[in-house]
């Protein structure tokens, strides 16, 4: 950056490419890419460093995991990119365009954990990070299991791992642990002693698996459940089910077509999120589109994304106070 008073800085671009302005005149949060939040011990003493030389001494962690460095001055920009490029940190990206993924841990350490998460979250970032929508932001999430930590159903496209459990009868023993476990009440023991699975009930969360002493319960399916169309914000959404048991090697391909959708059809609205343009073509447009690539995995009807009511006391206030 050149040193010069009244050097023209263009904010919009400075945005797109992860330095956002703040209050203080000539200071800036600078937004560190940090997919699926996981930090090598590394990196994170040269952020460290970076942040004591160049900011006040504190960085803030976003609610998507980033890392921000806060207070940088823009002449300090080029300095604090190199110096952070020198532990291999990258900044990250605002705008109209494919955000950083968010993910839990999956299941490489967490006992509930059903899918990679980690690596889903990598590849994600490595192929579809940065890519403009031409509209407007376009977030991923990911949660290991039912448990959804994550919030993955608040992103555009959300995926939660799922497992379909099957019984083998002639390894079962009866002993009912799997019903004991099940809080979604989606397994009972029936009248011969063994168990009986309702599957209307089931949430895909493997804990029948885990407790059976005998492996008599395998996974049938397994992979991704995932959920499309939510957003937080003023008019904040949930997104709502697309797909079941999408294998995780499918998944950045998943999320190119929905994204190639959603440019087409956003195309002259303006800043639009992708949820609202479901809303209005309704969810059987997108369904259509998939269902193209990825028939064995997409549901056969789905509802649009539901709108979050974030003002319920108001309606009564009003009508107490007339």
Known sequence: MSEEKNTAIDLKNL???GFIKERGKDLF???????????????LKKIAEVAEKYGQGMVHLS??????LININFRDFDAVVAELGEGTQKVASCGARVRVPTACGGCEYN?????????SALEVDEKLFGIPTGHHKFKVGFAGCPFDCPKSATNDVGFQGAVWPVLSADHC???GLCAKS??????????NGKPLFIPANCLYCGDCLKVCPTEAWRA???????RIGGKWGRRPLVGTLFAEFLPEDQVVDFIAAVLGWYQEKAEGQGRIRLGDVIRAQGPEALLARLRERFPA??????IAPQAIATQVGKEKQAHDNR
């Open 63 to 68: 609610v998507r995991q980033s890392v921000e």
């Open 29 to 43: 949060t600078v937004r560190l890419r940090v997919p699926g939040g996981r930090l090598p011990v590394g990196r």
């Open 111 to 119: 006992p509930n954990g059903l899918v990679d998460t980690q690596k």
């Open 173 to 175: 023993i009866g002993c």
């Open 182 to 191: 099940c809080t979604e009440d989606a397994i009972a023991m029936g009248d």
């Open 220 to 226: 049938g399916k397994k992979g991704y459940t995932v």
């Open 15 to 17: 945005k797109a490419g």
């Open 297 to 302: 995995f997409v549901v056969n009807a789905t």
